[in-house]
């Protein structure tokens, strides 16, 4: 197997093609139980921003690998007082072997790596959500068998899973349909980015029309209309957003196997129906299970000396 030893993840992008696959690959052996590797290491998790998935399969695939996780909750160590992140980051990584981190600003897990000198893993900024999207591309090639020519279109808000998922689909050789609101679109640096990564292997597409946006598409995928710290704007974007809502008549204009994605929470009624999510297209259960799967191969890539 090849190793990630040492490596940050602060985004996607810092996968080649190559290592975005073998991650998958060992996700689906993980799961599987081909491979049962155990690590004697430490996880800290230091979030500032709520998390049910993320911070609880990240503590499982731990104690699966017989390993152990400390919740660093801001608010009972000395980061919540304002110590700086430089200090924390040295400071933690005499303790732990790696460290995972939920917070706003991409800025700040970058100054954690830069001084840290143990792996951190980007566990939600508002910029990116690697860790969610190497679920996403699991979930997706146990459905289609791989992933190559897919289409994934994603709708609403052009926000941190939008960006993950536009370079992680670009990574993975599969076209990215991006539909949301004028001015609501996706970082054009990120565009950028993704479209320098599918070169010409498959097609990046940033549109406002949701319908042209889902024609053909294998998989149909959505998140909140408003990300954690944009609470105050939700409800002035419900009439914005509206045409992007995944319902029973935007999926028939899908491919007629489409699957649906959200990686939750999910506000029912706003960006996704009830009877999508409880339908027979979801498969959001299998996508949240496949994050305890994903991470534990990141981790174990991470921790490859030992593992
Ligand atoms: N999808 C996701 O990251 O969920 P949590 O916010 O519950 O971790
Ligand atoms: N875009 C959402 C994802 C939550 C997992 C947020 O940042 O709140």
Not at 182 to 208: F, G, H, R, W
Request: proline share 4%; aromatic share 6%.
């Amino acid at each position: 197997m090849e190793q990630l030893q040492g490596r940050d993840l602060l985004s996607i992008a810092d996968l080649n093609a190559q290592e975005l696959g073998m991650l998958l690959k060992v996700s689906q052996q993980l799961k599987s139980g081909e491979l049962k590797p155990r690590c004697d290491k430490t996880l800290g998790l230091l979030f500032t921003k709520a998390s049910t998935r993320t911070r609880v399969s990240f503590t499982v695939a731990m104690y699966q690998l017989g390993g152990n996780v400390i919740d660093l909750n801001p608010n009972v160590t000395q980061v919540g007082r304002g110590e700086p992140l430089e200090d924390t980051a040295r400071v933690l990584s005499r303790y732990l072997d790696a460290l995972a981190i939920r917070t706003f600003a991409q800025k700040d897990i970058e100054t954690f790596a830069e001084f840290a000198e143990i792996p951190v893993i980007n566990a939600l900024t508002d910029l990116e959500h690697p860790c969610q999207i190497l679920a996403d591309l699991m979930t997706i090639q146990e459905c289609f068998g791989s992933l190559g020519g897919l289409t994934i279109t994603y709708l609403g808000d052009g926000n941190n899973v939008a960006h993950s998922l536009l370079l992680g689909g670009a990574l993975a050789g599969v076209n990215v349909h991006v539909a949301t609101p004028p001015n609501y679109q996706p970082d054009p640096q990120i565009v950028d980015q993704a479209k320098s990564l599918a070169q010409n292997k498959s097609q990046i597409l940033i549109t406002n029309d949701a319908i042209a946006a889902v024609e053909g598409a294998q998989v149909i995928y959505t998140d909140v209309w408003a990300s954690m710290g944009q609470e105050d704007l939700a409800d002035s974007r419900v009439p914005i957003f509206q045409p992007y809502q995944v319902n029973d008549s935007l999926i028939e204009h899908a491919d007629k196997e489409a699957i649906v994605l959200h990686c939750l929470p999910a506000h029912r009624g706003e960006e996704i129906t009830n009877e999508v999510i409880e339908g027979q297209r979801s498969r959001v259960w299998q996508q949240a299970e496949n994050r305890m799967h994903a991470q534990k191969a990141l981790l174990v890539s991470l921790f490859a000396e030992n593992s």
